[in-house]
């Protein structure tokens, strides 16, 4: 027996013991880990992908965003765009359209050269690149200018029409001069000296009403030539001054009748050639003549008779 059990033990020396056998509940969740370290390894590198996209789309939007604006302050689209306009431009001037003429009508005062200078335009410039409505502003700045119409007429014409102001009369206000036009405005930077002859009107409210004026005046020449200024007195009427000499006083009401009595009685009886130093005419039915001291008194009735 002990031989027996010897004899096993040197028998099974030789062999490898066998590892006990796994029990059915084993195999199924040693398959269950299998698939499931399986479908990570397949999912981790898609998860990694998704992360990495989330992380790089805003920071190249960042990117695009932050060069963007470094190529906007740096003027660089700006650039493009006006190399492109450029390119454009020329290429229509080559085209034919291109300044090759400048009609002006309405000029009288402004010389020429000021015009085309003002305008910024030069002959074979593309036409496309004048802009209108900036040199009609451009000419109105120039004292001259009271209103201005400028026109492209493609292919190759710049048409440009001028109104001017028209000089009326001296303003004297505050002790200035100014030189006013037809509708009382103020032409400004003009040499005043340059235009002694006109008429001269005194007083606040006067440019806007001298226009009416001078036009019943000029029904009268012969009196007219002899007007050397006119008052606007109290907002409301006119006195005029005859050879710088004599005060002449016009009603508020129908001055125009007042001017054209006056006329007629100078015309019949010389009346300014007296010394007569006032004339009113305020009256309806009559003058009323003060004549200097120690002049025999001069008092002609509505129809030009003395009393």
Do not use: Y
């Not at 932050?66 to 431009?89: C, H, M, N, P």
């Not at 502003?137 to 120039?142: C, G, K, N, S």
Request: aromatic letters at 4%.
């Amino acid at each position: 027996m002990q031989w027996l059990r010897s004899s096993d033990r040197r028998a099974g020396a030789g062999k490898r013991r066998a590892k006990p056998g796994p029990t059915p509940g084993a195999k199924s969740g040693a398959k269950r880990g299998a698939r499931r370290t399986r479908a990570q390894r397949r999912r981790t590198p898609l998860v990694t992908a998704r992360r990495a996209r989330l992380v790089a789309v805003p920071l190249l939007a960042v990117c695009v965003v932050l060069g963007g604006a470094w190529l906007w302050r740096d003027g660089w689209f700006a650039r493009q765009i006006a190399a492109t306009q450029l390119g454009l431009l020329n290429l229509s001037a080559t085209a034919g359209f291109k300044v090759e003429d400048l009609q002006v009508t309405g000029r009288d005062s402004i010389p020429k050269g000021l015009i085309v200078t003002t305008l910024g335009i030069e002959r074979d410039m593309p036409i496309l690149s004048f802009d209108p409505d900036l040199a009609r502003e451009r000419l109105r700045a120039l004292n001259w200018v009271k209103d201005a119409a400028v026109l492209r007429r493609l292919p190759n014409v710049v048409a440009v029409k001028l109104i001017e102001h028209e000089p009326l009369a001296l303003w004297q206000h505050a002790e200035e001069l100014s030189l006013i036009d037809q509708d009382g405005e103020v032409i400004p930077g003009v040499e005043v000296e340059r235009f002694a002859h006109l008429p001269l009107v005194v007083g606040d409210g006067a440019p806007a009403h001298a226009g009416a004026l001078l036009d019943m005046l000029e029904d009268e020449p012969t009196l007219q030539s002899r007007v050397t200024a006119a008052i606007w007195v109290a907002e409301r009427r006119w006195n005029l001054q005859i050879d710088g000499a004599i005060k002449v006083r016009l009603p508020e009401i129908g001055p125009a009748k007042a001017i054209a009595q006056l006329a007629r009685i100078e015309r019949e009886h010389g009346l300014l050639d007296k010394d007569v130093v006032t004339i009113d005419l305020r009256l309806p039915d009559r003058l009323v003549v003060r004549t200097a001291p120690g002049a025999v008194p001069v008092v002609p009735t509505a129809d030009g008779e003395n009393t």
